[in-house]
């Protein structure tokens, strides 16, 4: 317990984290002589001899491997620009799209307003760069999206995407994550999607208990039996 | 007659109550809100985001915006809204004031709106704003280097009194009343603002820079307790 409580310190810029030379500082901190301190509001993470601050909150910053959920806000001569709700816009160049794409035809492929799941390819000091080439990537069609606080992510995927993986059982739908706080759900019907975003909410609203995942488990019984209960209702 | 007694029964260097909250405008990045007794700020913190119009962008820091509004119902006579030349000022000060903390150098191309709302005012506006801007922008996740407070120290007659209000700051008889807003940085010990309406002598000011430093102090304690519960 009391490991577990020194996990979840929270930080506040200009507070020392810890004292000592041989310490090294990660993300989201700054070194003062021999003191290393927080410059964001967070959950201190201590690995070895590196520290680091883990966000709580604020607008979500690219890494290199995320998976995102991107809008296509402009077409150029060599590719689109995408809103991926990070600092800056993301470009995806026409050589990172699956198949060969005349420029003519741009609008066709990805048009102003289209929602893509992507992965990033590559970022620079203001610039993100995107990929569609893989499985799973491309143009989104049908299905809903819900947007959610990019911090809550690692929730709702949980350990080793045990609780996506679960909800995805328990609804039978396909979801998709966004590391920018976009998730795509598409189900057999609109009731399977609605189910799987009150689910969503349900993680969003509790991210803080404990023991969250068997929580949930119940939680997606009880309610499973309750819209089944429904329909059946209607049916009669 | 001296000045011996406030107004309000509180002691020359006690702090009206003060209630801070994190998180109150759920469309914004960052918000709080931050009350001293009857003077109730709000600050909103959107960005970083990428600055528009380009020709405005910095390619080497980011830029930090201030927008200071005092709603029209904020006090007893209804103020007309929008921008007058009092807010221009103070959203200027502000800007300078919360310039220091931020490293601006990563997040190049950027700009940083923070939106200031007073909805109730009873004196010592710009402290309670302050105080609420610094702890919405380390709400939205803005990298800062330490937090601000920000105290309004005030000279009636010939007593130091910290945080002013509305009725001290209107004092006429004897030396009148000089109001001192001080911004102070609680952990490398700097002041970032410092202005001053009235007259005062270079001694009584030092006098008045220790009182500033040490409610800032209490200030920066209550700053760090809401931030710490925001999980």
Redesign the interface.
């Known amino acids: 317990m009391t490991k577990e409580k020194q996990k ?1 310190e ?1 930080v ?4 020392i984290i810890v004292k000592g030379e041989d310490i090294l500082p990660g993300d ?1 901190t ?1 070194k003062e002589g021999k003191d290393i ?1 927080a ?5 201190v993470d201590k690995t070895d001899r590196l520290v680091k601050v883990i ?5 979500y910053i690219p890494r290199r491997g995320n998976i995102v959920i991107a809008e296509v806000i402009d077409l150029t001569m060599r590719g689109w620009i995408a809103d991926i709700k990070a ?3 993301a470009f995806l160049t026409l050589k990172e799209c699956p198949m060969y794409v005349n420029e003519s035809e741009m609008g066709d492929v990805y048009g102003v307003g289209d929602l893509i799941v992507c992965k990033i390819s590559k970022v620079g ?2 610039s993100i760069d995107l990929t569609t080439k893989g499985r799973g990537f491309g143009k989104i069609k049908e299905g809903i999206i819900t947007k959610v606080n990019p911090n809550r992510v690692p929730r709702i995927i949980g350990k080793e995407g045990s609780m996506v993986k679960m909800i995805k059982i328990a609804t039978d739908c396909e979801i998709t994550i966004g590391q920018n706080g976009l998730i795509w759900i598409k189900g057999k019907d609109k009731d399977g999607e609605i189910f799987a975003k009150k689910a969503i909410e349900h993680v969003i609203e509790n991210t ?1 208990s404990e023991g969250l995942t068997e929580k949930m488990e119940e939680w997606l019984k009880k309610n499973k039996k309750s819209e089944k209960s429904k329909t059946k209702e209607e049916e009669k | 007659m001296a000045f011996t007694k406030r107004s309000d029964g509180r002691k020359m260097d006690e702090l009206r109550p003060i209630e801070a909250k994190l ?1 109150i405008i759920p469309n914004a ?2 918000s709080a809100l931050f009350a001293q007794g009857d003077t109730i700020a709000i600050a909103a913190v959107y ?4 600055l528009n119009p380009r020709h405005q962008q910095d ?1 080497e820091k980011g830029v930090l915006r201030v927008h200071y509004n005092m709603l029209p119902f904020s006090v007893s006579d209804r103020i007309r809204p929008g921008p007058s030349r009092r807010s221009q000022e103070i959203s200027k000060v502000t800007e300078w004031a919360l310039d220091p ?1 931020i ?1 601006l150098e990563d ?4 700009v940083v709106d923070v939106h200031i709302s007073i909805i109730q005012a009873n004196a010592g506006t710009r402290c309670a704003g302050i105080n609420a801007a610094a702890m919405a922008l ?10 601000v407070s920000a105290i309004a120290i005030g000279k009636i007659d010939d007593k130091i009194v910290t945080d002013i209000v509305k009725e001290e700051e209107d004092y006429h008889e004897g030396e009148g009343a000089t109001d001192i807003p001080i911004t102070y ?3 490398s010990k700097k002041i970032s603002l410092l202005q001053l309406d009235g007259k005062i002598p270079m001694s009584k000011l030092k006098e008045a820079l220790e009182a500033g430093k040490k409610a800032c102090e209490k200030i920066y304690e209550v ?2 307790k809401t ?2 519960e ?2």
């Open positions: 979840r929270v506040t810029p200009g507070e989201w700054r301190l410059t964001r509001l967070g959950i966000p709580i909150s604020g607008v600092p800056y816009d000091r203001n803080t | 998180g990045d960052g960005g970083p985001k990428t390619p903390v490293i997040l190049p191309g950027t380390a709400h939205a996740g803005i990298p800062m280097s330490e937090m940085l609680s952990n700053q760090k931030l710490k925001a999980e």
